[in-house]
């Protein structure tokens, strides 16, 4: 079976929340006159909820609705959460496409030896399907970008930590848990990985390193790019002894010796 590479978006990508996607909340507030400016802790909180429709849907309190003259019936306020999101999505995507956001390390080099050696390449994540593409041709090039499957936004029910959008990916790329390995940067995304039955690399950002990562197969402050950018390991169950930069021999031995561990399946659920 081909093995899978797949890849949350935000925060393993690219650091994209405190200097992306909440600079583009706070200015589609201002755009839309609505006096609401989340500060960086606060939006860290609201890192808990996944997606960016479901964090702009708390604001719909009956306080706020009463102050901000906020419409009180809910399709009406579903429409204005997509006006919102919608509008917010273009100011991200501008921000990313002006390159002032890097990509993390490792990430280009380790998806050309994954294509290289066969593998296949995806992104599962919560956020707008614009914003996932805009964020991967950044961080690797439009063209191993084109190489890549994309399931993101709206296309499940329900976003991580439920496992669906792994569900999804499993089924459309046609392989099975055994031959995928994640990574993912939140506890959120090591809970639906997980829950979807794949072993899961953490590469922790600048709002996750003090999560909790119980189940996690290797958790790394980054990729790395030898020399200038070393990947520091926190947690190596497997003993996988990663020195510098996460390779793809080492995804390859972590994916072994997860599906190896005791307490493990090569069954997912059925989607």
């Not at 978006?9 to 690219?14: E, I, K, Q, R, S």
């Not at 719909?60 to 997509?82: C, M, R, S």
């Not at 790329?173 to 995304?189: F, H, M």
Request: contains cysteine; negative net charge; charged residues 20%.
């Amino acid at each position: 079976m081909t093995p899978a590479l797949v890849f949350d978006c935000d925060g393993v990508l690219a650091d994209t929340e405190r200097d992306g996607h909440l600079p583009a909340f706070n200015a589609t507030f201002a755009q839309f006159g609505l006096p609401v400016r989340w500060s960086v802790e606060e939006y860290g909180r609201l890192l808990a909820i996944g997606g960016g429709k479901e964090r702009l849907a708390t604001l719909f309190t009956p306080e706020n609705v009463a102050a901000y003259g906020l419409p009180a019936d809910p399709d009406e306020q579903k429409a204005l959460i997509a006006r919102w999101h919608k509008d917010k999505t273009e100011r991200y995507t501008a921000l990313i496409a002006s390159g002032v956001l890097p990509a993390r390390p490792g990430i280009a080099r380790i998806a050309a030896e994954a294509l290289a050696a066969g593998w296949l390449l995806a992104v599962a994540s919560t956020s707008a399907e614009a914003s996932v593409q805009a964020v991967l041709e950044h961080a690797v090039g439009s063209e191993l970008a084109g190489t890549f499957s994309v399931f993101a936004g709206d296309v499940v029910p329900h976003k991580k930590p439920a496992p669906d959008i792994y569900l999804l990916a499993l089924h459309e790329l046609g392989v099975a848990p055994a031959d995928v390995v994640v990574v993912e940067d939140s506890g959120n995304g090591l809970r639906a990985a997980r829950a979807a039955g794949l072993a899961t690399l953490v590469t922790v950002s600048s709002y996750t390193a003090d999560e909790d990562f119980t189940g996690a197969a290797l958790v790394v402050t980054s990729l790395g790019d030898l020399p200038d950018e070393p990947a520091t390991v926190l947690a190596d169950p497997y003993g996988l002894g990663v020195r510098g930069e996460v390779r793809l021999d080492d995804i390859e031995r972590l994916r072994t010796a997860a599906g190896d561990a005791p307490g493990t399946t090569s069954k997912g659920a059925a989607l």
